[in-house]
């Protein structure tokens, strides 16, 4: 299922952060170093390592399109570094001077926001290398940060235990006590799930901290209806202070309650986790100054999960999980009633025409249609599912296995002739989002062409 690949041992001192681009593996550690690695050997590239911060570096992390590579260092500086290169492109200042811990790119790379020990937060322009807009949280170093999808907030998480919300405009939001003992990482799901008549968009946001805990929080964000950051649930299988946590690119890895797998060859604390964009790897970066990659099977990781989603986000569903699937398919009126008469999971998955007039009194034939709809599309997923084939396989649009698979710019993949044809009579929109997608080129999966066809051959003699 997972497999121990390769171990890094440069670092003279503890691995603080690694972070993959499509073609790099970038490491930084307490020995004030940044190392590049090339992802086809592993082989440390010729500019490597770099250096330029004079303290240690806590955090690094690539632009979206891997040109860009970030660090943040204890002596207050952001530095952005090409990453072919290795050159140095500028070496932005913290107000104050303050240690900078942690540092991210904007979904569009327009913006990088860095955190400090003082609670200040900047976001710097990424063509000018000026500051465009800084707050700040009354307590505690900020440690924490990650960007929403689309890009329009942002989140901050502090050691004192706090989650802050940030709008584009750096306006706070929100702030919440997500973890007692303090905040060490916090990721959200690449995967927004959107509700293309309204607009609504909710997003799953991943928590961990010193208290041992995972936790898993539903953001949404509409300019009509404001914000809103809800508990979702607490994932165990921790019995220390969880100081990484990072969803899969495909946003489904971390979004399962059960543990799919311990990686237990690390000697000391696992200070951060990284999954590759385009290639099923896994970096883990150590007190114990190594670096290890992994390499898991899609297929069987997929299928493991799957089958746990399907217990999970069906039949299992709460109330709460109901009235939230209800939101985010535009039903907000319908939360009432559902509440009144406790429709869990598996009663909504009972509702008939029938039921849904006579027993919920739903008067309009409108609400009741798009209803039916959605719940035969979780009855579909289920029955995919229970098939045995991963629902990574199978195209959002056309809902069969994909044959040729391809990931547009919304970072979700496509059977190719389905999406092709999905843009030319709905434009510049995303399929699964609504939302325009920022380019109309599409690249081909040939990691997921090759899970499949495994699958195939595994499956189909």
């Not at 989650?163 to 706070?172: E, G, H, N, Q």
């Not at 914000?227 to 690119?249: D, Q, R």
């Amino acid at each position: 299922m997972v497999e121990l690949i390769h171990t890094i041992a440069d670092h003279s001192d503890d691995v603080n952060c690694c972070a993959f681009s499509s073609t790099l593996l970038a490491t930084c550690s307490l020995d004030k170093t940044v190392r590049l690695y090339s992802l086809s050997d592993f082989a440390e590239l010729p500019p490597s390592p770099l250096k330029l911060h004079t303290y240690a570096v806590h955090c690094c992390c690539f632009s979206p399109s891997g040109h860009v590579l970030a660090s943040c260092s204890t002596d207050g500086t952001t530095v952005l570094w090409s990453a072919p290169s290795g050159q140095a492109l500028a070496v932005m200042e913290q107000p104050g001077g303050s240690p900078v811990r942690v540092c991210r790119f904007s979904p569009d790379s327009t913006y990088l926001a860095s955190g400090a020990a003082d609670g200040s937060v900047v976001l710097w322009n990424t063509q000018s290398y000026k500051l465009h807009r800084c707050g700040s949280v009354k307590d505690g170093s900020l440690v924490a940060c990650a960007f929403s999808p689309s890009g329009n907030l942002f989140v901050t998480g502090s050691s004192c235990g706090d989650l802050t919300v940030w709008d584009d405009k750096m306006r706070c939001l929100h702030s919440e006590k997500a973890h007692d003992l303090g905040i060490t990482c916090c990721d959200f799901s690449s995967q927004p799930v959107s509700d293309g008549e309204q607009g609504l968009q909710f997003y799953r946001l991943a928590s961990c901290g010193q208290d041992c805990q995972i936790k898993i929080w539903v953001v949404s964000f509409t300019h009509v209806l404001g914000f809103e950051l809800k508990y979702k649930s607490t994932l165990g299988g921790h019995s220390a202070p969880v100081l990484a946590c990072a969803f899969s690119c495909d946003g489904q890895m971390l979004n399962t309650h059960n543990v799919l797998h311990v990686l237990t060859q690390h000697t000391r604390y696992v200070t951060t986790c990284a999954f590759a964009p385009s290639t099923p790897l896994l970096a883990t970066g150590s007190m114990d100054k190594t670096v290890n990659i992994w390499q898991f099977d899609l297929e069987t990781l997929c299928q493991g999960y799957m089958e746990d989603q399907l217990k999970q986000f069906t039949e299992d569903w709460s109330e709460e999980d109901v009235s939230v699937w209800l939101c985010a398919q535009g039903l907000n009126d319908l939360v009432g009633i559902f509440k009144i008469n406790n429709i869990d999971g598996k009663e909504l998955l009972n509702l008939t025409k029938e039921s849904l007039a006579d027993d919920l009194k739903i008067e309009s034939l409108g609400v009741r249609s798009k209803l039916l709809r959605k719940i035969e599309e979780l009855r579909t997923k289920m029955n995919s599912l229970s098939s045995g084939i991963p629902d990574e396989f199978i195209c959002p649009i056309t809902r069969e296995l994909m044959k040729n698979p391809v990931i547009a710019s919304d970072g979700y993949s496509y059977e190719k002739e389905a999406v092709e044809n999905w843009i030319s009579k709905k434009k510049r929109t995303s399929p699964m989002t609504n939302l325009a997608l920022p380019s109309l080129v599409l690249t081909p999966n040939r990691t997921l062409k090759m899970a499949i066809n495994r699958w195939l051959e595994t499956h189909q003699k």
